[in-house]
């Protein structure tokens, strides 16, 4: 019932940036998480950041002082900023975003299709 829509995966060199971005649609009542994980192939999927709607973050150890999250609560969209990228960054980076939908009252927890992360070295 929520869908997630990512942009802005792409091909970098080492040392580059990527502005990931991901917006959720639907009658949304509440906003609990939303976040960005990655799959590398032959690897589980992570949790690389996440913010909740009071603000509260997390970040993967290996990305801190690197990747910032921010939240737009009124357009339900997140931004991942990815700086100084390095080549074990590469991975399939999905969005992901849970909460309560209007009306209903029901408990979502959605996913976006997956945007391609590459970073060369």
């Known amino acids: 019932q929520v869908q997630l829509v990512e942009s802005g995966g792409g091909y970098v060199q080492a040392g580059g940036s990527l502005r990931l971005s991901c917006a959720a649609s639907?009658?949304?009542?509440?906003?609990?998480?939303m976040g960005w994980y990655r799959q590398a192939p032959g690897k589980q999927r992570e949790l690389v950041a996440a913010?909740?709607?009071?603000?509260?973050?997390n970040y993967a150890d290996s990305v801190k002082g690197r990747f910032t999250i921010s939240r737009d609560n009124a357009k339900n969209t997140v931004v991942l900023q990815m700086n100084s990228l390095k080549p074990e960054d590469t991975a399939v980076y999905y969005c992901?975003?849970?909460?309560?939908?209007?009306?209903?009252?029901?408990?979502?927890?959605?996913w976006g299709q997956g945007t391609q992360v590459t970073v060369s070295s």
């Open positions: 913010i909740t709607s009071t603000g509260t973050l």
């Open positions: 639907g009658s949304i009542f509440i906003m609990n998480r």
């Open positions: 992901n975003a849970y909460g309560v939908v209007a009306g209903t009252l029901k408990q979502f927890d959605s």
